[in-house]
């Protein structure tokens, strides 16, 4: 295990404490999509200087830190040397735009859970101290006359269901499976590697075939409380078209998107059922354009929670904000890794056995040490 002389480490931070008023350290990662924040820099928010760096390879750099974000995928000698390294007033930030099954690593061993502290937690889950959604449906205040057409288009979409993705393969579940399967009772048109249809990002001409669809597969490669991402929020938006959800817990879509706005896959005892109904929808305007009242109560705004991490600027003074709130000052417990906001929020993607099927078997024992 590689060892530091902190005390040095830290005194060389005087040399330019008079240009900073907080130091953080962004731990190993440098992801090509970090783009213009992947060098040392300041960033400046309201009375604060904050020095940024990473430690890429060296980890001894956390020593003279204020602020150790995680979003990096660390070995558990990695997180065993940090843990020494720390000092008593760093504030630690667990901070990811992925699921807790796709970012394992980013939290420590279960092991070690009980030594090693994560103060501050900035996810798209929704309990997260500082929460970065992927997108959220925004309810229209009293008195406002400009809404949202509540038109389907239904005479327009003379196409079934859609899916476009390129990961076929998932960590939780067999995702790919579920499509082929399903494909097997009613049409799919597959778009993307997993599929035989291709239409090229960035064409324009894109949208407007995607639009032709009356239903949209917004499956998401990991099955967790609160986990929705942009799948969900295109299909309401660009695409406008109804989202077949699996993903998170109905009674989660229910509470974060509009009402009536989804079909979710777990509400019916078979396959063949979701099928029958989905014909059912897309022959009957009026049923299909109901799942579009919710136009008459609100707007939806996506995000990219990858530009709001505490990498970007942005993300750095929002954390900046909430560590200097008395929200953190009054903070009571920390984030557990393995509880029911993270990892324990992990489920079988569904109630049913036909859902469940499609889970990997070795997901499906390690989430049963969870509950």
């Known amino acids: 295990m590689q ?5 040095l480490v830290r005194a060389g931070r005087n040399i330019v404490d008079g240009d900073y008023t907080h130091r953080m350290v962004i731990v190993k990662s440098t992801p090509y999509w970090y783009g213009r924040y992947s060098q040392e820099r300041i960033v400046t928010c309201d009375g604060y200087a904050v020095l940024v760096s990473y430690s890429r390879g060296d980890l001894c750099t956390i020593c003279s830190a204020d602020y150790v974000v995680i979003n990096a995928r660390l070995e ?10 720390r000092t008593n007033d760093q504030v630690w930030v667990h901070t990811t735009e992925e699921s807790p099954i796709n970012s394992r690593k980013l939290v420590p061993d279960k092991r070690l859970v009980d030594a090693i502290t994560l103060n501050v937690t900035q996810t798209w889950h929704p309990n997260a101290d500082i929460y970065l959604p992927y997108g959220e449906f925004v309810p229209y205040p009293p008195g406002v006359s400009k809404k949202l057409s509540t038109n389907s288009n ?4 003379n196409k079934l269901v859609l899916w476009i993705s390129s990961h076929c393969y998932t960590q939780m579940w067999h995702r790919y499976n579920f499509v082929y399967d399903f494909a097997k009772h009613i049409p799919v048109d597959m778009y ?7 239409c090229l990002i960035g064409d324009p001409t894109c949208r407007d075939i995607f639009r032709q669809y009356k239903f949209l ?19 309401l938006t660009k695409i ?7 993903g998170a817990p109905k009674k989660d879509y229910e509470r974060l998107a509009p009402v009536g706005s989804f079909i979710h896959a777990d509400d019916f005892p078979s396959m063949e059922d979701l099928a029958d109904y989905i014909f059912k929808v897309a022959k009957n305007k009026g ?14 705004v996506s995000h990219k929670p990858h530009e709001m991490l505490s990498i970007s600027n942005e993300g750095i003074c929002s954390l900046l904000d909430f560590t200097h709130s008395s929200s953190f000052l009054l903070k009571t417990s920390s984030f ?4 029911p906001n993270w990892m324990g929020g992990c489920f079988s993607c569904g109630e049913h056995t036909w859902i469940q099927r499609y889970v990997h078997k070795n997901v499906t024992e390690k989430l049963k040490t969870l509950h």
């Not at 990695?78 to 843990?83: A, K, M, S, T, V």
């Not at 929705?228 to 299909?235: D, L």
């Not at 557990?336 to 509880?339: I, M, S, T």
């Open 3 to 7: 060892t530091c002389p902190c005390e």
């Open 76 to 85: 558990t000698w990695e997180w065993l040397q940090l843990h020494q390294l």
């Open 154 to 157: 239904f005479e327009s979409k």
């Open 192 to 198: 993307g590697d997993c599929g035989n249809l291709t």
């Open 217 to 235: 597969l917004a499956l998401e490669n990991s099955c967790c409380g609160g986990y929705i991402t942009e799948k969900f929020w295109n299909s």
């Open 240 to 246: 406008e078209a109804i989202p077949i959800v699996v």
């Open 287 to 300: 049923l299909y354009s109901s799942y579009f009242k919710w136009r008459e109560h609100g707007d939806i």
């Open 336 to 339: 557990h890794p393995y509880g």
